[in-house]
């Protein structure tokens, strides 16, 4: 069928009952309808929507040789330069459509189930492994234009770097039976963004210290197979109205944590399973982390400069542009937006094909990129309180606007360049954007996107060709 | 009658009816039994039943020569270095009993009524100033033992340095009438935390540029008075569940405009008016800043004792207190409130009675202490999120651990030295301290307590005494 | 006569007899032989003859259709992107053979030379500008591989805001005398590197708040004017030993205060004078800006790369890199390269041709970039004193390693992976680079290269186009 | 004899001939005469000075119930909170006549063998301990008022966390003989300031990961003992001049490796050796750290005050006091300048008496201001830098102003508020106090003082009592 439309997405979810629990309460009826998940499900669904659109076609979709429909461009093996640059417009006008708040827009699985099988040679011929399986999973998912989501976050039961799990029932998801059906997972796994959401929850392990081969599995499954159950935290939509909430009510994602209850995995949804070196080699080798990164990179610059605009707004609004210290705090973002755009470019100005013949942004670039944004996220985020002051606080409801004392706050909560309503409304998208629930949330979510900071700049040390600079100044010391 | 019950603060309360608006409607019934104030309502109450608690009578309380009954500390005119001490423990055992959240206790108020008493011969003799209205303002208060909200900050409508408000109606609330009742006041001011929650409501002008004579005055009204009217923010209670909304539920206190709608102060109320020169001086030369400072210092150590036993049990929870960027970020939190700690003592030893016979505590290390802590609490509020990482996201609610999902929740979010719930519930803490609608305002009160923190290093750079230290380097210029 | 070779460029210099003043005293003899500055002028020198290695031809030189001489690359004038590359590798390869240290390399100021002379056209029909001066400029400084300095600060006598010159003799350089002859000029400016160094001095004026058209002009003449002094600073030249002060015995470019005392600028080397519109046009339209900026972010590239090298060097000297802290500061440096390389890169990729056909490099990117390096700058040098610790500081004399106390050291200054002699002779190189009196110079150099951090982010917020970026907010909140 | 004169003190130290080994040469003659030395021992000789001033005597020197002599306070054991105070004032006062920057003033010694002989009783009755001999050492200290430095860092070879030393020959001291005349020790250790300019040398070792009980020693020995020596970095002396180099004119300390060729250590000379256990019980239980602390912190509250006075002049030099930027720099150093006083002083006030009856500064706030002190001075030095910009740079030497060039500089050098030779000479101090080589070892000195600041981190962490904090949090969850 090629690529979904809205509708057709929240139809198939609807009918698939996911097993999600809500407030101590499993969802019923239609999850399109219920108030934590309308406003997300819209959302994406109008996502899906563009691809439809006729004018946008283009810029959306692709086809395949021996295929008529069209996919979309998410799922699209770049084998060019240009094929590179078409899936980041892509990206971006997906990424700009929802400002960049959308963390796991259908776009980020869809890039990693291509790039996934676009490296499932590199299981070839190991023992427990089926790159076949990759394949077929990724023209599933191309035809019927799927939508994923991946955990691989464990308990954090204790985080010393010497834990090992000894407890007599699985905490942390693990292989607890194999028979000729497939493998048997007992346990958890935290943190799925948009779990139950989603057509099929992608799962596979990270590889860390101490890890026991049980825990070793890569496979896919839809989101309403037997046993698996989606357990949601708080929900941080501020309520319906999008004068008070405009973001928290459109983009609040909902976090879950992914219960396996003894969940049968059929073989042919098994990707590989107690390798432990295949798996890392999979993981590093593949093509996963440039293109994961060349995804979330392009939408954390639209939401840059979707931080930009509310910034500047503000400082309109409030007329503090003046101010030196004022400035600074604005070049600050303004320089983020630039580095991590340059970055972005150069990792395709340098992308290199691989093997599999695939165009591989490059890494370094990108590396560099994920590590700095989660540093300056937080700070825009401060920025924004920073210049906001106490007008952050002071913010009235819809309801106020619409009552009889609303002359008073015309009068009160005017500014010179916007009227009272028009002022709070801007004030009150910047609170939602960095002091709701739902605005720290996302500071926490891009702290933490690829994982823990002091991890990254380690891994960008280790990975660094550092060989030449050191070499040069050897020759420059031996010269006399 | 001395020292008041929180019943009777409550009783006292719900009668006056104050105009208060919320979301739209004003608000009818006991004050004490809304949704949106109950908590704090309740926890005001519980400081003023210390003040009657028998065991704690010595601590709370003293006595004046010609009364009988005792009266509360905070309202005690220090003559002694021992009677400050006494002025602190007395407001730290208050802070301790709400962990420094409740940002107006009524101690901050009584502080500031009790240092304009205390300097009313400032305004002895000069125009339109009545100094004898801020003894009776005292008297009035100590014997009640009243409840006040104060309000400074003007509307932010243009925050250009030279801005000057040009609008057929006021907007920054103005003399628009003097007559033989008194002044009438039209206009607003922002911000005025628990406002409408407080028997009075304490009215004075801070100096600034091109400030008109109209703006300036100084008053003490009941929060009832006619056309006074309080309209509340949005509010951050999450919710009547200890569990998951564990300071909210009790802590949030409410901001409110303050609109004066050709409000009547009857001139027995009015301490200046119309006199820019005076009201200066009164700010500038009273104890106000120093007794202010004092308590605010005073309650946000013990906050900073809450934080560090918080982090540090998030610490043990997940087990990470080995690695080196913990260590190094708890001993940030410790060096912070030993800081704060030895600073706030240095301004009781170096403390010296003023010209009306007030032991005022030293004013140079308050001022080094409260530019310091804007700066040091979001760090704070900053490092509970980085050590809680991804366990601050994913807190499943208190039904949920009343539902049959619960075996669930007990085996995936236990940790090493806690059982699911209670780590949950520690974790939904540290959220509500930092992350919630109510944490991230904690963390702007705390940055915008004594006004802008640019301003703030300026005044401390001005006011610091350098002469000596620029003296010593001429000296040794001059040696040769 | 085309390009120069070093020897050409030091005879010549040496014939001039610059009236250069050091230490007290006016340099006579040969200024290549004298101690200050003999290790700047042979690198300098060496430069020059890289130009005529046959091997690096094609990579230094450039033909222009009417002449036969090869030309040096970094005059230049691009006229495509491939262009602009090719400038780049030129003045990269000249920066990798000075490691980035030498701040003004030749190529700076050739630079200037061909981006002022390709706008000339800016001062066309203006009053008192003659921009066939400029063009006559180029030819000659093109066709005699010139060499310039050039200087714009003004004497340090005030700083505020608000200050005018009131002097009854000039401070600031002024005109004091126009006749048939040229412009007569009285005063100082600061700060010229190399002063006294070079063929020529550029001078032009920053346009700046209250300036006085009497000190408003352009116009470059030979060092050794009649009338021109240069008065150096202290030498920061530790001595002729390569072992013990390895960069500020080649790189120690001195700075010269550039006194004119009653120096006579004949017309035909006047560019404008007394225009203040048009010499602000000319600085902001012309492409001086981008072109300055491509060339210094070039060196600043190569400079990071060296400091990178050094400091893995030392990582693995004393075998520090297995800790996280380590590797997070190491980490910083890299991506303060990759940063700064993305963004040069960036700017050859959105350059267009200007109006006169020149092709600019972008000068956002260049902004950015140029914006950022003051920061990381001192922050790469604090790391190196970081990482070294102790070893940054006890660092014996090659006299000493060629003493009896040989063994001694040899024995116990050894390290893991290197010999006494060398690990001394590393940590020398490392202390030379960022504490001895030439490596904090180059600290402060590079901090305030293009003048004050705080105006530099005033200026990229002011440029930078943010109009998009507002729309895009405004038509969010307008969805509803 | 008691107090020593200056006179006296160099006389003894000329008659000693240490071997000092200086730029590759033994140093031969009086060594207070030697231009590498003659700055830091005539100010160390003026320090003397102050004891025998007959104005000073009671503010410099106590009396011993037995004994006719005064003697230096910083040797005198504190018993009452008033004679911590009077320690305090006196080594205040040493500090002031050099301004905190002799990091190793004789009082620091005095202090650290008060300590130890004051917690001499740890030692008692263990094996290889002799704590008799401390109280010699002190006896003999004291009359003699000797001065010493001591070492306790060991070679840089490898800083891995896992590193064991395997070489044939000691590389770190180590006892290779024990006889009936004492220790023999082979090796060396790093860093000894002023080594070869004291009259003892006092070695112990600082407890570690792998010690071996072969590198586990404490002695105190003359300078000149046999096989003693002293390996002297490079000087730092920038010259005679005090106008080109006020500080490091003067208070240039020199550090040295000190190298034991087969040193024989006479057994009343050793306080410990080989037992791991004591040696670590004794740094951690005596006073050492407190006394130490308290020593150090004196001092580098009255550098502060330099600092302060330094860039206050500064600002007025150039009239930049308007700035926010620069006061928020300027508040900077106030406010570290009031934490560290604030918290010396607690220090102070919650000093107890320990065990051995001697009244020990507490050690909790004195750890906070010696883990902020490497943070926030190397940011003083930046901010110096900061403000001063380009006029840190372009400083001529005193023999300019002795030139006929003078004129030019008067003119153009001169400052609003300042003349020419004046505000040069200020800069000049600025530029010796961050910038030069002197300036940057300053730097490192205070960053490295007590260790690695990582590790000061951890132990204020580990050391810190943060139990009732958690208590209280567990308290407030419990509470339902």
Request: aromatic share 12%.
């Amino acid at each position: 069928m090629g690529v979904t439309s809205g509708k057709g997405f929240l139809d198939r979810l609807n009918k698939m009952k996911n097993e999600v629990w809500f407030d101590g309460e499993r969802v019923n009826g239609n999850i399109s309808e219920h108030l934590a998940f309308k406003g997300i499900l819209k959302a994406k669904a109008s996502l899906y929507d563009l691809q439809i659109d006729s004018d946008l076609k283009d810029e959306m979709t692709f086809f395949l040789p021996e295929e008529k429909e069209p996919f979309g461009i998410s799922y699209m093996q770049p084998k060019t330069k240009d094929d590179l640059q078409k899936r980041r417009k892509m990206m971006q006008a997906w990424a700009r459509n929802t400002h960049g708040l959308m963390g796991r827009s259908p776009d980020y699985m869809n890039t990693v189930v291509m790039s996934f099988a676009s490296s499932a040679s590199i299981l070839n011929g190991r023992d427990n492994c089926f790159p076949d399986h990759l394949h077929a999973l990724y023209k599933r998912a191309l035809k019927q234009d799927l939508s994923f989501t991946h955990t691989f976050i464990t308990p954090q039961v204790n985080r010393s770097q010497v834990y090992m799990e000894f407890s007599d029932e699985p905490i942390s998801a693990k292989i607890v039976e194999k028979n000729n059906t497939g493998l048997v997972i007992k346990g958890a796994r935290l943190l799925a963004t948009q779990g139950g959401l989603t057509d099929e929850v992608l799962v596979f392990s990270a590889p860390r210290l101490f890890i026991d081969s049980s825990e070793v599995f890569a496979f896919s499954i839809p989101s309403n197979t037997k046993g698996l159950k989606f357990i949601c935290r708080e929900s941080f939509v501020g309520g319906e109205s999008f004068f008070n909430h405009p973001l928290s009510s459109q983009y609040e994602e909902m976090d879950s944590i992914v219960v396996f209850d003894n969940v049968m995995v059929p073989w042919d949804r098994v990707f590989y399973y107690e390798n432990v070196d295949a798996a890392a080699d999979f993981l590093l080798q593949s093509s996963f982390y440039s293109f994961a990164y060349h995804q979330v990179i392009t939408r954390q610059i639209v939401k840059t400069e979707f931080i930009l605009g509310v910034t500047e707004l503000i400082v309109k609004a409030i007329n503090v542009g003046e101010y030196q210290h004022i400035q600074d705090k604005l070049s600050e973002i303004i320089i983020g937006l630039e580095t991590m755009r340059a970055l972005l470019e150069k990792s395709e100005n340098d992308a290199v094909a691989d093997v599999f013949g695939i165009m591989r942004p490059s890494l370094i670039s990108l590396q560099a990129a994920s590590t700095i944004y989660p540093k300056i996220y937080p700070r825009f985020s401060e920025i924004i309180q920073l210049i906001g002051a106490s007008g952050m606080i002071l913010l009235p409801t819809e309801k106020a606007f619409q009552s009889e004392i609303r002359p008073d706050l015309d009068q009160y909560l005017q500014s010179d360049s916007m009227n009272a309503k028009d002022r709070v409304k801007l004030f009150r998208l910047a609170w939602d954007l960095t002091m709701s629930s739902f605005g720290t949330r996302q500071t926490q979510y891009e702290r933490y996107f690829f994982g823990d900071p002091v991890k990254l700049s380690s891994n960008l040390y280790s990975n660094y060709p550092k060989d030449f600079y050191v070499e040069e100044v050897r020759k420059f010391l031996n010269q006399q």
